[in-house]
């Protein structure tokens, strides 16, 4: 029923970026292959821009504490923008990761 049901959400992550950025990408790697996992009896084929190919499951990525002291040290928006890349590379075309104005990662 699960697998029924994810055609009509959107998954949201959240993500503290406060954590190094393999922690981060590791967490976000994690929650995106239960995910995934939801949908592979269709097969990566299922999903893409084709005639017969269906939208992959949206998945709205959210950055929080980017008011903190240790972000604003250490970290800047170009680290969000490549794990996003790498999170595309890994679970695209199954995966829809939503573009807002500000880039991939909805900072609150």
Same mark, same amino acid.
């Given at each position: 029923?699960?697998?029924?049901?994810?055609?009509?959400?959107?998954? +949201?992550?959240?993500?503290?970026?406060?954590?190094?950025?393999?922690?981060?990408?590791?967490r976000?790697?994690?929650?995106?292959?239960? !995910?995934?996992?939801? !949908?592979?009896q269709?097969? &990566?084929?299922?999903?893409? &821009?084709?005639?017969?190919?269906?939208d992959?499951?949206s998945?709205?990525?959210?950055? &929080?504490?980017?008011?903190?002291?240790?972000?604003?040290?250490?970290?800047?928006?170009?680290d969000?923008?490549?794990?996003a890349?790498e999170l595309?590379q890994?679970?695209?075309?199954?995966?829809?990761f +939503?573009?807002?104005? &500000?880039?991939?990662f909805f900072?609150?």
């Amino acid at each position: 029923q699960f697998v029924l049901a994810s055609d009509n959400v959107t998954f +949201v992550l959240v993500v503290d970026v406060t954590f190094s950025f393999e922690a981060c990408l590791q967490r976000l790697c994690h929650w995106c292959s239960v !995910i995934h996992s939801t !949908i592979q009896q269709r097969g &990566s084929a299922a999903f893409g &821009s084709g005639k017969h190919q269906t939208d992959g499951l949206s998945v709205l990525l959210v950055a &929080s504490h980017t008011d903190s002291p240790p972000y604003r040290k250490a970290r800047c928006h170009s680290d969000m923008l490549q794990l996003a890349e790498e999170l595309q590379q890994l679970f695209s075309p199954a995966l829809d990761f +939503v573009q807002g104005p &500000s880039g991939p990662f909805f900072c609150p």
